[in-house]
C-alpha cells in the first residue's frame, strides 16, 4: 500500500462539507464527493468495517453519489499524471479533495473513475475495503489493493493500450480517404446505428447524395490529395458524422476560405489538433465532437477583418491590433445565430486569445476570469499551428522549438495541465 497514508491525510474542510445542506451545483456536488470519497478511504483504513465513524463517512459517501447523480446520471473523473478533469475542465485548482483524488487514483494505476447513479451503501462499502487493502467481511489486512469494477463504479486507464494507439492515425488522411469517396451508401447504416440527428431528423433520411455533397464540401474546403488509406473506421465515421450533420454550416466556412485562405486552412488544423486533444484525454464522443467544432469554427469572426491586415508582415500599430482583435467578439457573434453550433465553440470564438490567469489577451471586456478549459484547448492549437506555419514576416518554427515557446507561456497564457497534455499528443505522434 504505497504511501496511501500519506494520500489519505485529514482535510482540514471536511467538517465543513459535512455541515452543508443540498448541493446547489454540479461543481459543489463533485467537490463534496471528491471530499467524502477521500474520507472514506481514510477511516476504512483506520477503523474496523463496523466502527461508527467508518459507518459515518460511509454513508455521507452515498449521499454525496446521490446528489452528484441528480446533476449527471454519471460522474466521471479523469485522472492524468495526478490531475483531475471533469467534463475537460482541470479540478485540482479548486480544492485539496481533488488533489488526493488525482493521487489516489494514480497511486493505484487507475485512469478513470466513472460513479454511475444507483451506488448502493453495501457496494461502496465493498469497493472502498478493496481500495485499502482489507478484507470486505472482516475488515482485516489482506495486504494488496484490489482494482476491480462494480456494476456502478467502472475503472479506467488513459495511458497506453489501444487508446493511445489511434493518435497515431493521421487526421490529414482521413479528411482525404472522404474526399476522395471512400466512404459509401453501406456506411449510412452505421451512422443510423449510432443514433446520431441532423436538423432534429434521425439520420434515416439521409442517403449517398447527401453523403456524396458532404464530400464534396470537404474536397473544395480541404485541398488535401493523399493516397493513404486509414484502418480505423470508428475514428473515419466520426468525420463523417461531423460533416453530415453539420453540413449546413459549412457556407460560413466557405465564407472564411474566400475571404483568407491561409485562415481556413489554419482553422482546419487547429480542429485537428483539437480532436487530438480530446482523444488523449478520453473525453466522451459527444464532448470530443463539441471540442473539433471549437477548433473548426474558432477564427470565423475574420472574415470581418480586412485581409491585407490579416497578411500584413510585423509590426502592427495599437490601431491595427485593435481590428484584428475584434475577430474574437464577431465570430462569437457570427456563432450565436446558429443554433446548431455547441455553446462552447461560441465561447472559445470569444475566449481563445484570453490568457490563462486571467488578466492577459483580448477582447479585454471579457476577462472576467478564467478562460473555458475548451477555450484553452483552442488557444493551445492555435497558438502551435500558428508558429508551425510560413508567414510572410517569418518561417515556420520546428516541432520542438514551437513546443519550447508554449512551455515558457505555461501558468500564465496556458493552463499547464491542458499544455502538457497537448505535448503528450504530439510527441506521441512522433514516436
Same mark, same amino acid.
Given at each position: ?12 474542510? @471536511? ?10 451545483t ?9 471530499s ?25 459517501a ?6 452528484a447523480s ?48 444507483? @451506488? ?10 478493496r481500495?485499502?487493502?482489507?478484507d470486505e ?12 469494477s ?28 472522404l ?21 432534429g ?37 466520426n468525420?463523417?458524422?461531423?460533416f ?27 480542429? @485537428?489538433?483539437c ?34 491586415? @490579416? ?15 475584434i ?23 470569444l ?37 508551425r ?37 504530439l ?5
Amino acid at each position: 500500500m504505497s504511501n496511501l497514508e500519506d494520500i489519505l491525510v485529514p482535510d482540514p474542510a @471536511l467538517e465543513e462539507v459535512q455541515s452543508q445542506g443540498r448541493p446547489a451545483t454540479l461543481d459543489e456536488a463533485v467537490t463534496r464527493l471528491a471530499s467524502l470519497l477521500m474520507a472514506s478511504l481514510r477511516n476504512a483504513l483506520i477503523y474496523a468495517p463496523n466502527h461508527s465513524q467508518f459507518q459515518y463517512a460511509l454513508g455521507l459517501a452515498e449521499k454525496a453519489v446521490e446528489d452528484a447523480s441528480g446533476f449527471l446520471p454519471e460522474i466521471a473523473f479523469v485522472c492524468m499524471e495526478k490531475e483531475i478533469l471533469l467534463n475537460g475542465r482541470p479540478m485540482n485548482g479548486l480544492g485539496l479533495q481533488f488533489v488526493k483524488l488525482g493521487s489516489f487514483l494514480d497511486s493505484i494505476g487507475v485512469g478513470v473513475l466513472t460513479i454511475k447513479k444507483g @451506488l448502493g451503501a453495501d457496494e461502496l462499502k465493498g469497493f472502498i475495503l478493496r481500495m485499502v487493502g482489507k478484507d470486505e467481511q472482516e475488515g482485516l489486512p489482506t495486504g494488496k489493493r484490489i482494482v476491480r469494477s462494480t456494476p456502478h463504479i467502472a475503472l479506467g486507464r488513459v495511458k497506453g493500450g489501444q487508446a493511445s494507439k489511434k493518435l497515431r492515425l493521421s487526421h490529414q488522411a482521413i479528411v482525404g480517404l472522404l474526399a476522395q469517396g471512400a466512404v459509401n451508401q453501406d456506411d449510412l447504416s452505421v451512422l443510423k446505428a449510432s443514433g446520431g440527428q441532423v436538423r432534429g431528423e434521425r439520420l434515416t433520411q439521409l442517403d449517398a447524395g447527401l453523403l456524396n455533397r458532404a464530400r464534396e464540401a470537404v474536397k473544395g474546403v480541404s485541398g488535401v490529395k493523399t493516397e493513404d488509406r486509414v484502418s480505423t473506421r470508428e475514428t473515419l465515421m466520426n468525420f463523417v458524422y461531423y460533416f453530415v450533420r453539420y453540413s449546413d454550416l459549412f457556407s460560413i466556412l466557405h465564407h472564411l476560405k474566400n475571404h483568407d485562405e491561409l485562415s481556413f486552412k489554419h482553422s482546419i488544423n487547429v480542429a @485537428l489538433l483539437c480532436a487530438d486533444q480530446a482523444r488523449f484525454l478520453n473525453l466522451p464522443v459527444g464532448a470530443a465532437r463539441e471540442i473539433v467544432l471549437a477548433g473548426l469554427f474558432h477564427d470565423i469572426g475574420k472574415v470581418a477583418v480586412d485581409y491585407a491586415l @490579416l497578411n500584413k508582415p510585423l509590426p502592427l500599430s495599437d490601431g491595427e491590433k485593435l481590428k484584428i482583435a475584434i475577430h474574437c467578439e464577431e465570430g462569437a457573434r457570427i456563432l450565436a445565430q446558429h443554433p446548431q453550433i455547441p455553446a462552447v465553440a461560441v465561447v472559445a470564438a470569444l475566449e481563445h486569445h484570453i490568457h490563462f490567469g486571467g488578466k492577459r489577451g483580448y477582447p479585454r471586456r471579457h476577462r472576467i476570469g478564467r478562460p473555458h478549459a475548451v477555450s484553452q484547448m483552442v488557444a493551445l492549437a492555435d497558438v502551435y499551428d500558428s508558429l508551425r506555419t510560413t508567414k510572410p514576416y517569418r518561417p515556420a518554427f520546428p516541432m520542438d522549438r514551437a513546443l519550447e515557446v508554449i512551455e515558457k507561456r505555461c501558468a500564465r497564457q496556458f493552463d499547464p495541465f491542458l499544455a502538457a497534455n497537448f505535448a503528450r499528443c504530439l510527441q506521441f505522434a512522433q514516436e
